[in-house]
């Protein structure tokens, strides 16, 4: 059996969706005779795979080819151009939406033409063939699209957070959404809540919608909390105005004004267009009594040895709109407690067990005590971390929910176990 699956970039670049991706392959890698990755974007060197994991390029360079502004045009004439235009008649007086709809269906055009002509080159056998898209976007639509040629084609996605919430969107709207549901076997949330929005829009794909939770290994230490006097801060994440990495910088600025005999130390792993800028901003707004490092993109492999080598208190994600986050999931496996806005999956994966949550739209004043609840009682702290690696063992270990993911894959496909 072959399966492909397609990202955005891995095994390429340096983003989030490496740590991602890693091992969720490592996995499939050991249930597949063979695992194709189909990036859209292939830049630089690919990371070390597994064995019997290979890298189909023809993709991306189709993407990018004048073939691209071609099926653009030819979008202007698909009936799902028209069908979004009549379902939604205000993309007629919003010229950016009209123009996200046109990319869209000229992608997924683009990338039925592939999948088609992969199987005819190939020889293969469609029925031989899982796909399987990382983010439920074009490619999702486009792979669905050629079970008009090859009707055998099962088709799986998941979702996670800029592909799932229509609202993330001025307006809001995702292109083609029905379209696309309509052409997918399953369609799986990394948390209860983006299933439930998914139903809950959509109930006519009710059936084929659901929740795949994502994991992470044993990292085989738990973090110590710092013995040392300093209260320190931990964040993970792209650095984009979602994230709110600016608003965790005020936040902790504040908590340092409030606690002026306190030291504090904060550590964010992440890249981003205004990292420089942060950290600048800490250097000069921060009080002496507290310091700002953000070193910039970590892979796993370094953020967990860091994790292992120094103490940390809290675990902080100030995001308006989340998934679940890996990040989240990495830290509570440490047994870090976390403090989170109650967004999307954060509320199912922090809660007072083992953290805190904030309002969606936190003050830096409210974001201060809940550092500081933390601190002022080391008692409540302990039971936390406690909480933290236990919610680990029971929801979000790697070991237990690739596997269960892989068999539904497989059920989809009309394989036994």
Not at 292 to 304: H, I, K, R, S, V
Not at 342 to 350: D, H, R
Not at 376 to 384: N, Y
């Amino acid at each position: 059996m072959i399966l492909l699956l397609f990202s955005a970039t891995y095994p390429f670049g340096d983003t989030a969706e490496q740590g991602l991706l890693a091992r969720d392959v490592e996995y499939l890698a050991r249930e597949y005779d063979r695992v194709i990755l189909v990036p859209k974007t292939c830049k630089g060197a690919p990371r070390p795979l597994p064995a019997g994991v290979e890298v189909e390029e023809s993709y991306a360079a189709l993407l990018r080819s004048p073939g691209g502004i071609i099926a653009v045009l030819r979008a202007l004439f698909s009936a799902h151009f028209y069908q979004d235009i009549r379902t939604h008649p205000w993309l007629l007086r919003a010229p950016r939406s009209l123009v996200r709809l046109i990319r869209f269906i000229g992608a997924a055009m683009l990338t039925r033409q592939w999948v088609e002509g992969w199987l005819e080159r190939t020889q293969t056998d469609s029925r031989q063939c899982m796909f399987y898209t990382y983010w439920f976007d074009q490619g999702a639509m486009g792979i669905g699209l050629a079970k008009k040629h090859y009707p055998d084609i099962r088709i799986v996605a998941k979702a996670h957070n800029y592909d799932l919430y229509e609202e993330r969107y001025d307006p809001p709207y995702w292109p083609c959404r029905r379209a696309a549901l309509s052409v997918v076997d399953g369609l799986f949330a990394d948390s209860e809540a983006g299933a439930r929005y998914l139903k809950e829009r959509y109930p006519e794909f009710a059936s084929i919608c659901g929740t795949a939770l994502e994991g992470v290994p044993e990292p085989g230490f738990l973090t110590p909390a710092s013995q040392d006097g300093v209260f320190r801060i931990v964040s993970c994440a792209i650095i984009s105005p979602v994230k709110r990495i600016d608003l965790l910088l005020e936040g902790i600025n504040c908590a340092a004004r409030m606690r002026p005999l306190q030291n504090f130390e904060w550590y964010h792993f992440g890249e981003g267009e205004t990292r420089i800028e942060l950290q600048e901003r800490a250097a000069t707004t921060f009080p002496s009594n507290a310091r700002g490092f953000l070193p910039g993109y970590y892979d796993n492999a370094d953020l967990m040895r860091f994790y292992h080598k120094n103490p940390i208190d809290v675990f902080v994600n100030l995001s308006l709109a989340e998934g679940t986050p890996r990040s989240i999931m990495e830290a509570i496996s440490c047994g870090i407690p976390v403090i989170a806005t109650a967004v999307g999956g954060n509320a199912e994966i922090v809660s007072e067990r083992n953290g805190l949550l904030l309002d969606p739209e936190p003050t830096p004043e409210e974001i201060a005590l809940q550092l500081l609840k933390l601190f002022d009682h080391p008692e409540i702290a302990a039971e936390k971390r406690k909480g933290s690696r236990l919610v680990w063992q029971e929801r979000y270990k790697a070991e237990d929910n690739y596997p269960a993911f892989i068999s539904r894959l497989r059920a989809i496909r009309g394989l036994t176990a």
